[in-house]
């Protein structure tokens, strides 16, 4: 009895083993089902990491590194030569109800190449009312590649957080890589703040710029993280629209809906007047 007793509490034991076993695999795959890349990054932590290694990005000079050639990403194309430029992508792509609430764009082309592949143009709005470029710089969006993470830079729609400058940030997901000068998205997915953000590098990584690297965050020259970080805390302060946001599922809408009150009028909050938006065209 005693025997029997015992065989049947182990094979209770691993039978309860194998459900449980075989439950974690049915929600591992019900996840990966329902969730597109973009936000199985956001369900897993996305955030950047400082170089295609796990070396700091503060240690000693490295010869791999150093074999990389920055001219190789450079972008030097006329973009009054191009048959779309920004300008013509930022007009057939922005809602119109946004345009009033907007005084600078900051429109990035997440493309793997192309004349307009991985570089961030600044757009801020002229006395007539006009967006007039003003600055064209080099940029390494997400890798896209399914690792720790799956390294996405999520395209659409985003506001800058104005609650999460920081002036020293650190990855939690990548090793406590340095993310100097961070500006968050305002974004985000199942009722949790997302991790991704406009930010600085080393210039250990600056050779990098040009081309996808990231872990899914936006990444600049440290120089140009610090001017944009510097300028828009100083002069781009005002009332923006609320992006409007899905209760049942806590994500942030990417595509510029925005939420209205019981007169019909879109509803505002003080934030930075600056739009951000991610595309996947490179010209």
Same mark, same amino acid.
């Given at each position: 009895?005693? +025997? =029997?007793?015992?065989?049947?509490?182990?094979?209770?034991?691993? /039978?309860?083993?194998?459900?449980?076993?075989?439950?974690?695999?049915? *929600?591992?795959?019900?996840?990966?089902?329902?969730?597109?890349?973009?936000?199985?990054?956001?369900? /897993?932590?996305?955030?950047?990491?400082?170089?295609?290694?796990?070396?700091?990005?503060?240690?000693?000079?490295?010869?791999?590194?150093?074999?990389?050639?920055?001219?190789?990403?450079?972008?030097?194309?006329?973009?009054?030569?191009?048959?779309?430029?920004?300008?013509?992508?930022?007009?057939?792509?922005?809602?119109?109800?946004?345009?009033?609430?907007?005084?600078?764009? #900051?429109?990035?082309?997440?493309?793997?190449?192309?004349?307009?592949?991985?570089?961030? /143009?600044?757009?801020?709005?002229?006395?007539?009312? %006009? =967006?007039?470029?003003?600055?064209?710089?080099?940029?390494?969006?997400?890798?896209?590649?399914?690792?720790?993470? !799956?390294?996405?830079?999520?395209?659409? @729609? @985003?506001?800058?957080?104005?609650?999460? @400058?920081?002036?020293?940030?650190?990855?939690?997901?990548? %090793?406590?890589?340095?993310?100097? %000068?961070?500006? /968050?998205? %305002?974004?985000?997915?199942?009722? +949790?703040?997302?991790?991704?953000?406009?930010?600085?590098?080393?210039?250990?990584?600056?050779? !990098? =710029?040009?081309?996808?690297?990231?872990?899914?965050?936006?990444?600049?020259?440290?120089?140009?993280?610090?001017?944009?970080?510097?300028?828009?805390?100083?002069?781009?302060?005002?009332?923006?629209?609320?992006?409007?946001?899905?209760?049942?599922?806590?994500?942030?809408? +990417?595509?510029? *809906?925005?939420?209205?009150?019981?007169?019909?009028?879109? +509803?505002?909050?003080?934030?930075?007047?600056? #739009?951000?938006?991610?595309? *996947?065209?490179?010209?």
């Amino acid at each position: 009895m005693v +025997r =029997l007793g015992l065989t049947t509490l182990v094979g209770s034991a691993l /039978f309860l083993c194998t459900v449980a076993f075989a439950q974690e695999i049915e *929600t591992s795959k019900t996840l990966e089902s329902f969730l597109t890349p973009e936000e199985m990054e956001m369900e /897993f932590g996305p955030a950047s990491r400082m170089g295609e290694d796990d070396v700091s990005p503060w240690a000693e000079y490295d010869e791999d590194i150093a074999k990389v050639s920055p001219s190789l990403f450079e972008r030097t194309e006329d973009l009054s030569t191009l048959e779309v430029n920004p300008s013509d992508r930022i007009a057939e792509l922005m809602p119109a109800h946004l345009d009033p609430y907007f005084d600078m764009v #900051l429109y990035i082309s997440k493309a793997p190449e192309g004349p307009l592949a991985q570089q961030m /143009f600044i757009y801020e709005r002229e006395p007539s009312g %006009n =967006l007039a470029l003003t600055d064209r710089w080099l940029v390494s969006t997400g890798r896209e590649q399914r690792e720790r993470y !799956y390294t996405t830079t999520p395209p659409g @729609f @985003f506001m800058l957080d104005p609650r999460r @400058f920081v002036s020293r940030a650190y990855s939690a997901q990548w %090793n406590g890589s340095s993310m100097p %000068n961070a500006m /968050f998205f %305002n974004y985000s997915y199942r009722s +949790r703040m997302s991790g991704y953000a406009i930010h600085g590098i080393v210039p250990r990584y600056h050779r !990098y =710029l040009g081309r996808r690297a990231s872990g899914g965050c936006v990444r600049l020259s440290y120089d140009h993280s610090a001017s944009l970080f510097n300028r828009v805390e100083g002069h781009f302060g005002g009332l923006v629209p609320i992006f409007a946001f899905d209760e049942v599922g806590g994500t942030t809408f +990417r595509d510029g *809906t925005v939420e209205y009150d019981e007169n019909g009028d879109i +509803r505002t909050e003080w934030g930075y007047r600056v #739009l951000l938006i991610v595309d *996947t065209f490179g010209g």
